[in-house]
Nanobody, 114 residues
Framework: VQLQASGGGLMQPGGSRRLSCAAS????????MGWFRQAPGKEREMIAS???????SYADSVKGRFTISRDNAKYTLYLQMNSLKPEDTAVYYC?????????WGQGTLVTVSS
């Protein structure tokens, strides 16, 4: 499984950004995918997931602000982030549920600061 997240950077509070994740080595259309993040000094946490059929779920901390989506033809996972807050600062990873466990690739750093 190879997963490469991109799209991070420095953003102002209240801003928006879309993260992307290119996947390979899996049957993407059949895979449950997720976005995770790890803030400094904290454990990695799942913030959004999307099933193969498109059902989504979100952590309370991002519900109503973030949207997860997928393009099966492009083997790409997205995370639209709106109304960003300083507490959203973290390294963001995409994950694939594969062989009964989550696999992650390289993350992308999101920094929200004025």
């Amino acid at each position: 499984v190879q997963l490469q997240a991109s799209g991070g950077g420095l953003m102002q509070p209240g801003g928006s950004r879309r993260l992307s994740c290119a996947a390979s080595g899996i049957i993407f259309s059949s895979s449950t995918m997720g976005w995770f993040r790890q803030a400094p000094g904290k454990e990695r946490e799942m913030i959004a997931s999307i099933s193969a059929r498109g059902s989504t779920s979100y952590a309370d901390s991002v519900k109503g602000r973030f949207t997860i989506s997928r393009d099966n033809a492009k083997y790409t996972l997205y995370l639209q982030m709106n109304s960003l807050k300083p507490e959203d600062t973290a390294v963001y990873y995409c994950g694939a549920w594969y062989s009964s466990t989550w696999s992650w690739g390289q993350g992308t750093l999101v920094t929200v600061s004025s």
